[in-house]
């Protein structure tokens, strides 16, 4: 009997180490990806490559660069709701399961909705959007490092993408003026402080 636990325990610890493995192995691979996409979107110089890396802002940047952040803050939403019905799921409540499979649906949808956007970003359109949007979406990691190194964005995308760049350094120039007043400023005070006497 014992024996018998043990080998089972024994291959449930070996299931668990190859599963382990494949998830570090893809989570790696789609890095990379993202990567390549980030190069394909901030530009072949850009030190923006980094920002692949970190959770939650590479998905804003996909998001809004192919389809709008809205999106994107549904995502998370449903994401976090989600994770809570998760921590909720021991109760088996009927409602707790219908609210799970709802949320699921819709990240599914979301998921594959921007598949299809990233698609078109590259040209793809028809029944070919169709075979690249299912591929991106089984095979995110080698879909999109084909699509980054073969293809070149719609002209409207590219359009889209130097207006936002504009925006952001429009945006990042307002912000250091208005940092730069407020130093002056501070400045200012300080010296009229300094320069009093008090008697």
Known sequence: MTAD??????????????????????????????????GKIFGKESKKK???????VNDYII?????NTKMFALYIVVNFVM????????????????????????????????????ATSFGKTGFSNVLWSIGLFALY??????????????????????KKAEER??????????REKREKRSRSLKTCFCNTKIY
């Open 63 to 67: 998001y809004d660069t192919f389809w």
């Open 50 to 56: 980094w920002l692949s890396f970190v959770p939650f």
């Open 169 to 178: 350094e429009k945006r990042k120039a307002e912000s250091q003026k208005k």
């Open 141 to 162: 990691p080698l879909f999109v490092v084909i699509l980054a190194k073969r293809n070149e964005f719609t002209p409207e995308v590219t359009e889209s993408i130097k």
């Open 83 to 118: 994770q809570v019905v998760t921590r909720f799921a021991s109760e088996k409540s009927a409602s707790i399961s219908v609210l799970y499979m709802v949320a699921t649906l819709i990240v599914l949808f979301l998921d594959i909705a921007i598949m299809t956007h990233i």
């Open 5 to 38: 636990v043990n080998e089972l325990s024994g291959a449930i610890a070996k299931i668990l180490v190859i599963l382990s493995i494949f998830i570090l192995v893809f989570t790696l691979l789609t890095c990379f990806a993202n990567v390549v996409l980030f």
